[in-house]
């Protein structure tokens, strides 16, 4: 493949992202729900493994640092940037657990986790899922393929209609953008 053609496949993805109005339905809807949870004083979480987990990071910084706005910072922190806790609870428990037990920690009723998988099925996602879903918390997913089991345990589970894992990663932060947009617009905008 030529880099025209990986240019070519990459806008296609995105093509396919706006055409579908209902994942377009489901990215205000997420949006809207980080606002509310943001307005009463709750906090986002995210998590994801490799590109995902830099993705889930990239989003956090956008929202707690800035996006395109100078204002407040907003309270968003991607789950794995403790190094110590993430090898410990591995080691310690497994590495299927290292997000569960951070949610069980730090998360609250109505605070928001965003999980990024592009398959749909990386354990430690799911089970943070679960365990977000006990607690109340409102649970979204970003993810590929055919969604994997993430969508049976998120609220909102955004399919890039995808089966190639870069396409499906670029389209991920495509999407994180846009909500970071939409909160800093709606927060801070006047």
Do not use: W
């Not at 943070?128 to 879903?133: I, M, N």
């Amino acid at each position: 493949m030529n880099i025209s053609e990986i240019i070519k496949s990459s806008i296609s993805t995105k093509e396919r992202l706006l055409a579908d109005e209902n994942i377009l339905s489901e990215i205000q809807n997420i949006a809207s729900r980080c606002i509310k949870t943001l307005k009463s004083g709750g906090k986002i979480l995210l998590c994801g493994n490799g590109g995902s987990a830099s993705d889930a990071q990239h989003i956090a910084a956008e929202l707690s640092g800035r996006f395109e706005i100078d204002r407040p910072p907003l309270y968003a922190e991607a789950l794995h940037v403790n190094t110590s806790y993430l090898t410990a609870v591995a080691n310690d428990y497994s590495f299927d657990l290292v997000y569960s037990r951070m949610i069980e920690a730090a998360g609250r009723k109505d605070d928001i986790l965003i999980g990024l998988s592009t398959s749909g099925n990386s354990k430690n996602v799911v089970k943070a899922f679960e365990k977000g879903r006990d607690i109340g918390m409102h649970c979204f997913g970003l993810s590929g393929r055919d969604g994997g089991k993430m969508q049976e345990v998120c609220d909102i589970n955004i399919i890039v209609p995808s089966d190639n894992t870069a396409r499906i990663q670029e389209s991920h932060i495509l999407i994180g953008h846009i909500i970071c947009q939409i909160i800093e617009n709606e927060l801070f905008a006047n």
